[in-house]
């Protein structure tokens, strides 16, 4: 940067360190940005910005919040923002985008207006026109986030509904190779142009032969697709090599020194000195989600294995109660693979024992990669946790004085809630589906579970403000924060609230291109 003045935020009132100044903090590393859609916002020979960009000086954060906020309301603007973090672009072309984005989200508003008109006199909207969200179910339903948008989507065009399109689970394509071809088509509606051109640029990628990460880590910040998810995320956490001909081997090799560990560890479980890990895996695993996959004992048996290998291989933490939950996420997408119906739907015992076996290795050694970064949340008194908990509550003072001090004044303790949305990682708070949609960006970002996870906490919180503050009562307050009603989230909750934490980050932290490669 080029002075320590630049590197100062205005609304820093004191000398005490915010979250974001412990180390350096690097911005969304791969926001969505999309070459078709954006082309035009790089302007030809520009370089990349050495200094972060310098933001109209405001006097406190709430007036930047006020002038700026309402920007990420559900509209069609979300990756045209987030393209402020991409390679290339200079601070001109940066405010020309977010000055376009404030512009259109104004525009939207009027024809927002003009819609509620419409209803009052009763004019029948069409139900194609309706915005919807495609679940992993294959299920068309309609997030909590859109009752307050739906008027103003319905305005929105063909193209610009093109452009927010998420990647979500959609009709088989040709395959991949190790790809299982989802044979469900009646019940899976045709891909939209924009999700057709993703599973194309993803296709692309996959099947060269040596794998651009970089390419692969910004593609996939904005969701990936169900029919590519599995060697994705096997790419992105490290398990697989970028290069095609050492796959095979790879996962061979990985695969057998797996069931090796299990030869020479599992029959030590019945071990006095082991006797208590196992118990408390036992207990934790019938307390997972979903609870179709818990009742399943074949499972059961598979979780077990992996909880109780990766506890006796990582002595200095051992099994930590939440870790059961880490194991989810991944398995769920690595049956995927191999079946065309939702997992909840399915017996997981039907699938051949070499799939089975294959699958476990997989989320093992994925599982690995993740808690290799987060290791220190498990370890004696959780330190990890601890820390990142009261980086959280200083965060919150600084973007929302007002929940901040409504939390105090009923002495709710950040802890007594953001514990567990530090050892879960949110998952015991959004359904499964969104926090598979959450894991393809935080394995896009340089540190998505270590660092960029404490400003989403941060953005989920004040998600709620509204209700917070209206709670006047600790007990109610703490039940609110511990159940907060997200059953009926789907990915586009998650987007509008990835774009929130990214507009956290970019203000807090240092410019979002200045990361590590």
Known sequence: ??????????????????????QHVY????????PLLHGTLIKPGSKPPTTPVKLKKVSTFQEFESNTSDAWDLGDDDDELLTMAAEN????????????????????????????????????????ELPSVVYGDNRLVKSVSESHASSSAESV?????????????????????????????SATPALTEREAFRLDKFKQLLAGPNTNLDELRKLSWSGIPKQVRPITWKLLSGYLPANVDRREGTLQRKRNEYFAFIEQYYDSRN????????????????????????????????????????????????????INDLVTPFFVVFVCEYIAEEVENFDVSSLPEEVLQNIEADSYWC???????????????????????????????????????????????????????????????????????????????????????????????????????????????????????????????????????????????????????
Request: charged letters at 25%.
């Open 1 to 22: 940067m080029a002075n320590d003045g630049g590197r100062k935020q205005f609304w820093k009132r004191s000398g005490s360190k915010v979250p974001g100044s412990i």
């Open 27 to 34: 911005g969304a590393q791969h926001p969505p940005f999309d």
């Open 89 to 128: 672009l200079n601070t001109d072309v940066v405010m020309e985008t977010a000055n376009k984005v404030i512009q259109n989200h104004s525009r939207l508003q009027e024809q927002h207006k003009l819609q509620e008109e419409q209803l009052q006199e009763d004019k029948p909207v069409p139900f194609s």
């Open 157 to 185: 065009s063909e193209n610009s509904s093109m452009q927010r399109s998420q990647s979500l689970p959609h009709a088989p394509t040709d395959p991949l190779e190790g790809e299982v071809a989802d044979h469900n088509m």
């Open 271 to 322: 071990d006095e000195s082991h006797q208590d890990t196992y118990r408390q895996i036992h207990i934790d695993i019938p307390r997972m989600n979903p609870e179709s996959l818990r009742l399943q004992p074949k499972v059961t048996e598979i979780f077990e294995r992996i909880l109780f290998i990766w506890a006796i291989r990582h002595p200095a933490s051992g099994y930590v109660q939440g």
């Open 367 to 517: 599982m690995s990669k993740l808690l290799d970064g987060i290791q220190d949340n498990y370890t004696f008194a959780q330190p990890g946790i601890q820390k990142k908990v009261k980086m959280l509550e200083e965060l919150v003072s600084r973007i929302d004085e007002q929940v901040h001090r409504h939390l105090d004044q009923h002495e709710v303790k950040y802890l007594q809630f953001a514990f567990r949305w530090m050892n879960n990682l949110l998952m015991r708070e959004v359904p499964l589906r969104c926090t598979i949609r959450l894991w393809d960006t935080y394995q896009s970002e340089p540190e998505g579970f270590s660092h960029f996870h404490l400003y989403v906490c941060a953005a989920f919180l004040v998600r709620w403000r509204k209700e917070i503050l209206e709670e006047k009562d600790f007990q109610e307050l703490l039940i609110f924060l511990q159940n907060l009603p997200t059953m009926h989230w789907g990915n586009e909750d998650i987007s509008v609230l990835l774009a929130e934490a990214y507009r956290l980050k970019f203000a807090f932290a240092d410019a979002p291109n200045h990361y590590k490669k």
